[in-house]
């Protein structure tokens, strides 16, 4: 099959904002893909995407190297495609004018398949060590040479990661859905159980709904994890589980979805990239005390300070950022592993048995010790014995409590009612930066004031829901300009409009009612907390989070909280 037709829907996808047609136009492209293997890679295309967030490989690719092989592939000088950035603004169009533009033409060219293309992809990610970025190079050079402009635009973003055709999880699901006739729920249950849509879209086709409903969970393969609401106190978390339920203490950590087989570990973070190589020491520990030969369990990595005190998530994050000196993180920042669910567990899957019976297991396989422990928790019936948990958890240093269901099945992807949060604050919410301004004075050169936005599924986008500018310190505000600049879409004055990739966490005093912003809300005095790079913008804050928020809100202001 050849890139140009994958180029072809690229462009047709940019065409259109409307979600129907673009599930039709990559319906009708899967359709059209015959070969498994090709099947299997093209899904991951379509989101712009090389491989599966949680697969280890990537390209490791940036703009500069990018720009030299398209360079080495044209015969146009660098500065040349740098500058045509200026007014494109988008390295994808100046890739696709240098192709127009040049000067060496290859006569041996072959038109670009997509099967050499990922096979590019796939030797550029494992080309490692002395001399890689020179092999690299080549390997780029070698597909730029051979593509068409318009070919050549999409390769750049793909390879940058900025597609922008507008295509998520949910579009593809229900592509997949309407391509091979099939259910599709039965589409979304598979997904969420293998979280790859390459084997996904396979079983479709070649299997339809029968083998669909089959596909199990994989050891290997990370499953969407189950997340919470949010209660207002102890008491109605109670209510809300029927009268009994499990507590447990809230760690404010990281948490991490382990697969173990055999002498294979492999440790999944929130957003389901694989950390192992990371955390080596939690590697070992899971070893020595998960019994099962095969087993998924999940918990929360929490950093341990002085006197045994939780530190901050943001402590964990800075080892799962760790690609050198792991061994003096390890002395730095010790982990501790508090477990508290099981998936899977030597060939039998877990998720369709209730939370008690999870937790018992779960109880059965670990070895306490070493840091590696079970989440504390107490099952019980009385506000009174619940709240003094509470209270004890806050004094801990802990975030607060999640309330489970004792006979809640476990739901992959769901946030659902089923698990509640309580912790003592309007929570902070998790917004993704949209837009952003340049400062004044002192600084002028970095980007200081940052717009946010919160997802509204029904338009498909992000909708601003307030301007942040404190909290930030003058290394963050340099660090953010670092990591936005890449993002920045459209300049006007001041003002920058940004690609909505970055995730952080902001506190504010009250969400109130405005006719501001086109959403509806504005944050009153946001303030930044923190930047979550264990959230994707697909798991940040949605604009009926907000919403939810500001009636709880309004409920507490009225003493019914
Ligand atoms: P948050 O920002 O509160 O961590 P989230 O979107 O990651 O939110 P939620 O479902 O809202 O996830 O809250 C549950 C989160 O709390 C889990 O993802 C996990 O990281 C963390 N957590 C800490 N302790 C526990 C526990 N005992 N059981 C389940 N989750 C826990």
Redo the contacts with the bound molecule.
Sequence with gaps: MLYKDLAELYKRLEKTTLKTLKTRLVAEFLREVDKPDILEIVPYLILGKVFPDWDERELGVGEKLLIRAVSMATGIEGSWIENSVKDTGDLGESVALALQKRRQKSFFGQPLTIKRVYTTFVKIAETQGAGSQDRKLKYLANIFMDATPEEGKYLARTILGQMRTGVAEGLLRDAIAQAFSVKVELVERAYMLTTDFGYVAKVAKFEGNEGLSKVEIQVGKPIK?M??Q?ATNVRDALVEMGGEAEF????????VQVHKDGDRIIIYS?RLENVTKSIPEVVERIKKHLKPEKVIVEG?LVAIGEGGRPRPFQYVLRRFRRKYNIKEMIEKIPLEL?L??ILYVDGENMIDTIFIERRKRLESVVNQGDGVKL?ENIITKSPEEAEAFYRKALAMGH?GL?A?RLDATYEPGN?GKK?L?IKPTM?NL?LVIIGAEWGEGRRAHVLSSFLLGAYDPEKGDFVPVGKVGSGFTDEDLIEFTKMLKPLIREEKGKEVKIEPKVVIEIAYQEIQKSPKYESGYALRFPRYVALRED?SPE?ADTIERVAQLYELQERMKAGKG
Excluded at 248 to 255: L, N, Q
């Design positions: 994890p997340l919470a949010m447990e203490i809230k760690y404010d950590g990281a948490r929130r929360e508090n508290f669910d989440a975030e999640m489970k946030r698990w949060k929570e998790d959230k798991d």
